[in-house]
């Protein structure tokens, strides 16, 4: 077991860093790539906050709707194939919400600011 | 440096011309060079802008129009009346600047997000999609025994190549897959009319002033084809950048754009508009999975392509929005 501060919280810190003591410093074309650089921490905290709890219920939701056991990737396979060959479509009990429960978490991770998303979780939640 | 070989061009086909000052490569545009510079004149600095090939690799090097046609097709559509900057020169070897072309300077603004939220394009934003409406339709009226020889491309080899495409990134996205069937299963076959489709015509590749639409760019994907295509890659949402209540570019309605295109005497088929709107939609997606395949593999190896590979899921929302509406 590795010990303390967790991952989350020194991501975080250098993030915090850069946003509040590095940002102000500088600008033009270099301000604009630390802007990406602090984008891209900030989605590997929320990676790291989120991750494991979204897998474990998108594992479970794919275990319902395929009947076999497997990791979230073999699992997130088997479903694409069967989507590819027509056995398991739009009208097949559960997909639709799967994909919807899966496809917001992968947002709440990579664009918690784009609108679509923004929009749905105001209607959803 | 790159002003001694403008210099020497414009001297060559510019009458007058005495030089060129100012030169600067410009951002947004990833996939091909794009400088300013001035040619200095004994009547006044020209403004112009440098296309070329950079050494090395294009975004799409298999679809590309390439910048010899792209230089064709603008003159064309500037000879028409679309807005279009007016070609000045197509480079030659003796100019030393690679392949490309150099074109008038058109003033206006290219950045979306300003586009649709400063106050100085206010006036502009709530006629532009009529005016885009009018535009497409007389682009799509271009004369076809005037214009370069294009590729055709039809749905069928578009959605082959989607999945192509999707397939060699080998990470499942089973809202992709749901999207490829939808194509396949909605395909309405091949269009009564081919005509020249722009391939990139969106918010971001339209020079903007405070009129509205000063110039169309970015013709690299032009090709012939169903001219719905356009009408529907305009809608996609990504190109709305925020104002998804506002399909046409973030701008205005589609009956807005319908209205326009067809006041201008041509038809619109909406299912079609519909069916390219979720083509193109997945379409980006994919272009998505293909830069962060660029990120890895090289040469770009830079955080902002890194980052466009996590949009990718921005069109995995967007296609369930579009093909499986909750509440519906």
Not at chain 1, 6 to 31: C, M, N, W, Y
Request: overall charge negative; some cysteine.
């Amino acid at each position: 077991m590795q010990d303390e501060p967790t991952p989350i919280e020194l991501t975080k810190s250098v993030a915090d860093f850069l946003r509040s003591d590095i940002a102000p410093l500088i600008s033009g074309h270099q301000a604009f790539k630390l802007r990406v650089a602090i984008n891209i921490l900030d989605l590997v905290t929320r990676q790291l906050t989120r991750e494991a709890g979204s897998d474990a219920k998108e594992v479970e939701r794919l275990r319902a709707l395929l009947g076999i056991d497997g990791s979230v990737m073999e699992l997130n396979r088997a479903l694409a194939e069967r989507i590819a060959r027509g056995e398991v479509d739009l009208a097949t009990p559960g997909l639709a919400e799967h994909l919807w429960a899966t496809t917001m978490d992968k947002l709440a991770v990579d664009q918690p600011n784009y609108a679509s998303y923004k929009r749905e979780l105001e209607r959803y939640s | 440096m790159i002003e001694a070989e403008l210099s020497r061009s414009v001297q060559r086909w510019c009458k007058g011309a005495t030089g060129a000052t100012s030169a600067a490569k410009l951002s947004g545009g990833a996939s091909q060079e794009t400088w300013r510079f001035d040619i200095t004149h004994p009547d006044g600095v020209i403004g112009a802008i440098l296309r070329r090939s950079p050494k090395g690799y294009g975004a799409a090097p298999t679809r590309a129009a390439g910048l010899a046609a792209e230089a064709q097709l603008m003159q064309l559509a500037y000879e028409a009346g679309v807005p279009s900057p007016r070609v000045m020169h197509v480079l030659v070897p003796e100019d030393d600047l690679g392949t490309g072309f150099i074109m008038q300077r058109v003033e206006g603004e290219t950045i979306a997000r300003k586009i649709l939220r400063d106050e100085e394009f206010a006036a502009a934003r709530p006629i532009l999609a009529r005016q885009i409406g009018g535009i497409l339709a007389a682009l799509h009226r271009l004369p076809q025994d005037k214009v370069p020889e294009l590729r055709t491309r039809g749905a069928v080899q578009e959605i082959a190549e989607f999945e192509r495409d999707y397939r060699s990134l080998n990470w499942p996205k089973p809202v992709f897959e749901l999207a490829l069937r939808w194509l396949r299963d909605h395909d309405p076959g091949p269009s009564a009319e081919t005509t020249l489709v722009h391939g990139d015509f969106r918010n971001g590749n339209l020079i903007i002033g405070a009129d509205g639409v000063r110039a169309v760019l970015d013709w690299e994907l032009a090709h012939l084809g169903d001219p719905m295509e356009d009408l529907g890659w305009v809608c996609v949402n990504s190109w709305r950048f925020g104002e998804i209540d506002r399909p046409v570019g973030g701008f205005g309605s589609r009956e807005e754009l319908f209205a326009a295109y067809e006041a201008a005497g041509r038809k619109v088929d909406p299912e079609r508009v519909k069916f390219w709107e979720v083509m193109g939609t997945l379409r980006w997606g994919i272009m998505c999975g293909g830069m962060m395949q660029r990120f890895r593999e090289g040469p770009d190896h830079s955080m902002e392509r890194a980052m466009i590979g996590r949009r990718a899921s921005e069109t995995e929302i967007d296609l369930l929005r579009l093909l499986v509406p909750r509440g519906s």
